[in-house]
């Protein structure tokens, strides 16, 4: 499996898309127990690569919006538009 290319869907689109495939994994014990080790090692590999891929995503969000907040206050601390 390779991985997406840059420049794909706008960040919440994929984002919500990401959420619609998520919701309808089986989490159920027939799900899990009707897989060969094979199939269980490889569905775990996909999935740390999911979680790899959303975790850096959202570590990058949260960099931005504490670049966000950092613009709107100023050197005292107080809402930039206060000052």
């Not at 897989?35 to 990058?60: I, K, N, Q, T």
């Amino acid at each position: 499996m390779s991985a997406p290319p840059s420049g794909g869907q706008p960040l919440p689109a994929a984002l919500d898309a990401l959420w619609d495939a998520a919701a309808v994994l089986p989490d159920d014990e027939p799900a899990f127990a009707s897989l060969s080790p094979a199939e269980r090692r490889a569905a775990h590999d996909v999935g740390v690569r999911v979680v790899d891929r959303l975790s850096r995503v959202l570590a990058r969000l949260v960099e931005d919006m504490a670049t966000d907040g950092a613009d709107l206050v100023d050197d005292t601390g107080l809402p930039a538009a206060m000052g």
